[in-house]
């Protein structure tokens, strides 16, 4: 008899006909050191990894400028590694500063593909619909690949696939809080809709909030934070890798259904009798059940 | 002691606006040479790695640095990737 073994890799998350081996996207920011982010990276066994575009330091202002380079980048760090980056366009607020980051991150890193954020205000850090939405199209139309980071509201999700994004990735609570996914509703509703992958993107704090994602129906998550701010960033990054793949696993299993009340799993027949155990069989109602 | 003329901001001179601080020049500059100057250490075997340069909020392709002269008044962004997201 043919048993058939399904594990999370037989279907690889796949974006704009790319497939990925790990659905688990990461980020790098809010590390200590890049030592200690190489391993968290090894660890979660991630194949795409988000990087953010800045001012080169200057020389006369030395290495503690804004960004080291050769070597010591996190650029050299993900090629030694043979981690595809996904530049974002982090800290925008415009559509302009949006295009024109994605642009120059095509440039220096070499890839079409771009982590949309247009952020409203630096105090939510929530992001623009409209601004993100309208970079989206001016992105698409001049050859990117798109993973927008946008609200958990499925009316927005849907304009971005619309619009031609590749992937759509919703938050699930606000960038950095680690409060898990305010809305599995809303979550759940863009996964079930949505043409292309979906990706939760922000507010994982730990390793169930990120099994929940995948439970919900999305296709992957993407989190920094939760594992460079652990106190052990590399047993984090590994409960965060088996936590997707556990979702993914998960909802594809057919779970079983819900129910009010309690119901025996142990036949009702041939229990063990003890005195005068002749009780009245309506009192065990919910056991017969079982049967 | 000598004074750097990447740091040295004298009003009087001619300069651009690298990453949002002055840029003495003294002639045009080609991108290439501005790179060069301003991150020697991305350019391995004189191919520069890991940088984009934007000048007037329009990127210039690698292709194009050579040809694309930096003078003053202009506005130069100078990016590369930096751990975040």
């Known amino acids: ?44 066994g991630t194949e795409l990894t988000t990087v953010a575009m800045r001012r080169v330091a200057r020389p006369a202002l030395g290495a503690a400028g804004a960004a080291a380079t050769g070597d010591t980048s996190i650029w050299g760090l993900l090629e030694r590694l043979g981690i595809r980056p996904l530049p974002n366009t982090a800290g925008c607020f415009t559509v302009r500063e949006a295009v024109l980051t994605a642009q120059l991150a095509r440039e220096a890193c070499g890839t079409d593909w771009i982590k949309l954020e247009v952020i409203a205000d630096d105090v939510t850090l929530l992001p623009d619909p409209a601004g993100t939405v309208e970079a989206a199209r001016i992105l698409v139309d ?21 619009a031609g994004c590749a992937a759509v990735m919703p938050l699930g609570s606000p960038i950095g809080s680690g409060l898990g996914i305010a809305n599995p509703r809303n ?3 863009i996964a079930a809709a949505s043409p292309v992958p979906v990706i939760l993107d922000a507010g994982i704090g730990t390793a169930s909030d990120a099994a929940l994602a995948m439970e919900l129906g999305c296709d992957g998550v993407l989190l920094a934070t939760a594992v460079t701010r ?21 909802a594809r299993a057919g779970r079983m259904p819900r129910r009010e009340q309690a119901l025996a799993s142990s036949p009702a027949d041939g229990r063990v009798a003890v005195g005068d155990a002749t009780a009245a069989p309506g009192a065990r109602d919910n056991l017969d059940l079982a049967l | 002691m000598t004074t750097s003329p990447d740091t040295f901001a004298d009003p009087a001179r001619p300069a651009a606006f690298v ?48 040809r694309t002269e930096i003078r003053p008044g202009m506005r130069v962004e100078v990016v590369t990737a930096v751990q975040g997201g």
Not at chain 1, 142 to 162: E, I, K, M
């Open chain 1, 142 to 162: 001049d050859g990117f690949t798109v993973l927008p980071y946008t609200n958990d509201d499925p009316v927005t999700a849907r304009h971005l696939a619309d």
């Open chain 1, 230 to 250: 652990a106190a052990d960033p590399v047993r984090m990054a590994r409960a965060m890798r088996l936590a997707v793949e556990a979702g993914y696993d998960a």
């Open chain 1, 187 to 189: 979550i759940e509703a």
């Open chain 2, 19 to 66: 990453n949002g601080e002055p840029y003495p020049l003294d002639g045009p500059v080609p991108v290439t040479d501005l790179v060069a100057r301003l991150v020697p250490e991305v350019v391995v075997d004189g191919v520069p790695r890991g940088v984009a340069v934007a000048v007037d909020d329009a990127v210039v392709p690698r292709g194009a640095w050579d």
């Open chain 1, 1 to 44: 008899m043919a048993t058939t073994s399904t594990t999370s890799t037989d279907a690889p998350l796949t974006i704009a006909g790319t497939s990925l081996g790990s659905r688990l996207v990461m980020g790098t920011g809010g590390a200590a050191s890049l030592l200690a982010l190489e391993d968290a990276l090894v660890a979660s």
